[in-house]
């Protein structure tokens, strides 16, 4: 079979017409093409073998037989603010709010009660910054027939630094292979170390003040992910205060808060937690 492959291929040389062209480079494009799709199929395979098949568990898989287990978590926040107005000012207008991104780090503490439920405690520090900006129109206001008005007193600065106090409860589904999906949800206190509420000065002199106390609740979700030497949780969770948060200013008329009935935190978290 061989020579008659040799002479099969030596005669087709020869009988070749003078304008061909190797089609070399397209052949080369389809293999490459080819191989592709053949590595993109096994990978496939491969994943859903390791997602959804009963093989047997590979990683950590006494962990979550033990009472207590412990870690920490490292993340992001992006925190706001939800005001509630006065009916009877209804005439200035809304105040905007600048979100930015903020850090978080903290300890992670966590009691088994069975299967699919944990209690959770994850006390930790929230850093981040929110930006007040008020409408143009401000300039106008009555307050400043008698007071000096500066562009800057269209912005305010809020710093807020949370020693954060959750106590969580963990829903988990049953464990597959080596991942474990989770919602969690539960109640939370804050202090505010940067709150200035026992300032003395107010907006009129450039302090805008919040509250040192906030009480919140959370929802959030996740998943469990069983690596060879720790268990490995991103998660996302969402924060929203129960408390009013603001202290206004002396003046009753105020342009920065007399108009706020109510100022309300919420926020979103993004935590690796490393276990």
């Known amino acids: 079979m061989l020579r008659i492959y040799l002479k099969l291929l030596a005669l087709q040389q020869f009988t070749r017409p003078q304008n061909y062209k190797p089609q070399l480079n397209s052949n080369l494009v389809t293999m490459k093409r080819t191989v592709l799709v053949i590595v993109l199929l096994l990978m496939y395979t491969s994943a859903s073998a390791q997602l959804f098949s009963k093989e047997k568990i590979a990683n950590q898989e006494n962990f979550d037989k033990d009472f207590l287990t412990w870690g920490y978590f490292l993340g992001f926040n992006s925190y706001d603010f939800k005001f509630q107005y006065n009916a009877d000012q209804a005439n200035r207008p809304d105040i905007g709010v600048e979100t930015t991104i ?149 003046d009753p008329q105020s342009p920065w808060t007399g108009n706020i009935d109510k100022m309300q935190t919420r926020g979103v978290f993004i935590n690796f937690t490393f276990q």
């Open 102 to 250: 903020g850090f978080n780090v903290g300890l992670v503490g966590d009691m088994r009660i069975n299967e699919y439920l944990n209690l959770r405690f994850e006390p930790g520090l929230y850093i981040t910054r929110r930006n007040l900006e008020y409408d143009e129109t401000m300039q106008y206001d009555p307050y400043f027939y008698d007071n000096t008005y500066n562009p800057g007193d269209l912005f305010r600065e809020v710093k807020s630094t949370y020693i954060h106090f959750p106590l969580l409860l963990k829903v988990s589904t049953k464990r597959i292979n080596n991942f474990k999906p989770f919602v969690v949800g539960g109640v939370s206190t804050a202090l505010n170390l940067s709150s200035n509420e026992e300032n003395p000065d107010d907006n009129a002199s450039g302090q805008f003040r919040t509250k040192t106390g906030m009480l919140f609740y959370e929802l959030g979700f996740g998943i469990d992910f069983y690596l060879e030497w720790f268990k490995f949780t991103p998660s996302i969770r969402g924060v929203f205060a129960i408390n009013d948060e603001l202290v206004k200013d002396k």
